[in-house]
């Protein structure tokens, strides 16, 4: 679809969030002219800057309302690209005002998974092309299924989000192979060992039957995960295959080591085998969907900004397919509920948080919104929550 069609049909219905008359939830276009952006993140070094990653091999710089015309990295030939390829992730350090660190999640040109650090020059609006280097290499057997999110956490720890290898099925059973860094989460420590140390708690680390860098099992396509800014949460969206889309989650407190059960299961529904597959050693999914609703989930982030506050704890994710952005809640007994928060138009490949912690969304077609609270429209009322 054309560029400009896309963003006059992109219409969002507007929902009053968490039953509040007259708070109503849109989105703001903040950056369009992009190159099939799949994320968006900050630095953390209070500059306010948003960093979006380009499939093609690129990091852009959104400065307030602008975007730099040079990108902060562009390594475009060495990615491999499209599909389910390319530039898929970036984190910064979490001392990056002080080390100038940040790590990348590419598919090379033999469409192998590469985790590579940079840092960034003098100019702080520019990284350095020649400073990388090469923390992890997986081969890939197929062009899909990748994974592609970074992200530390709570501890300082890198976490990667690795997809099963792709394929159908997961037909070599990647995501219950111990031995395979494939449909897995990873966790590493980038501050020590060469190029990268094992955490001392990882939870496989003495276990001859898995490789010590693995912290979750049983994963399909981990897109996108997100830790919760306040309380150290991991949320872990993992697409599914035929029928089922998943959330998964691991309290702070968890000592990993989660299996969530792919390709035995497809969120808490048997799938090899088609019966009798459940096992007290996998984990359910807080929130499935079926494909009557999408195809294929985006996952997002709680929300713990402060221009919305009726969103405030609320988890918001959405799916690539149909556009739809929903909202979830937990209750006393730890059930999970989710309502749609927008119906829109589109292609929704990531979600991303600045330092403050406002929400924004990304589509794949070529623009980032911005959630914003519309207190001037009423309970239930339609407008184009597309704003420009």
Not at 24 to 45: C, E, K, N
Not at 126 to 150: K, M, R, Y
Not at 211 to 240: H, K, M, Q
Request: net charge negative.
């Amino acid at each position: 679809m054309h560029r400009a069609t896309r963003l006059a049909v992109a219409v969002v219905a507007m929902f009053p969030v968490s039953g509040v008359y007259g708070a109503s939830i849109g989105l703001r276009l903040v950056a369009d002219g992009l190159d099939r952006p799949l994320a968006i993140t900050h630095a953390g070094d209070g500059s306010g800057r948003l960093f979006i990653v380009e499939q093609v091999g690129r990091i852009r710089v959104l400065d307030g309302s602008a975007l730099a015309p040079t990108p902060f990295l562009d390594i475009t030939p060495l990615v491999s690209c499209c599909q389910e390829r390319g530039l898929l992730g970036l984190a910064f350090h979490p001392d990056y005002e002080v080390n100038g660190q940040f790590y990348v999640n590419y598919t090379d040109r033999s469409g192998d998974t590469r985790i590579v650090r940079y840092i960034v020059t003098p100019d702080p609006s520019l990284a350095d092309p020649g400073s990388a280097t090469v923390l992890l290499a997986i081969e890939q057997p197929f062009a899909n299924h990748n994974g592609g999110q970074l992200a530390f956490g709570p501890d300082g720890y890198l976490f990667i989000a690795v997809g099963d290898g792709g394929s159908g099925g997961d037909p070599f059973d990647n995501g219950q192979n111990g031995f395979s860094l494939l449909g897995k989460i990873l966790r590493l420590d980038v501050d020590a060992g060469t190029p990268y140390a094992i955490p001392v708690d990882n939870p496989f680390r003495f276990d001859p039957g898995a490789r010590d860098e693995v912290w979750a099992t049983g994963l399909r396509n981990p897109w996108r995960f997100s830790f919760d800014r306040l309380t150290g949460d991991l949320f872990i969206a993992d697409v599914g295959q035929n029928a089922w889309e998943e959330v998964n989650f691991e309290p702070v407190t968890s000592a990993g080591g989660n299996n969530y059960g792919w390709r035995r299961m497809e969120g808490s529904h048997c799938f090899d085998p088609s019966a009798g597959c459940a096992e007290e050693r996998f984990v359910l999914p807080i929130l499935e969907y079926s494909h009557a609703e999408g195809c294929s989930v985006t996952g997002g982030f709680r929300y713990r900004g402060s221009q919305i506050p009726e969103l405030f704890g609320i988890y918001v994710f959405g799916d690539f397919c149909s556009g739809r952005i929903w909202s979830a809640t937990v209750d006393e007994a730890g059930l999970w509920t989710r309502s749609e928060l927008l119906g829109t138009s589109l292609a929704i490949s990531s979600f991303g948080e600045d330092e403050a912690g406002e929400l924004y969304v990304v589509d794949l077609g070529g623009a980032v919104y911005r959630f914003e609270r519309t207190p001037d429209m009423g309970q239930g009322e339609l407008g184009s929550g597309v704003t420009r």
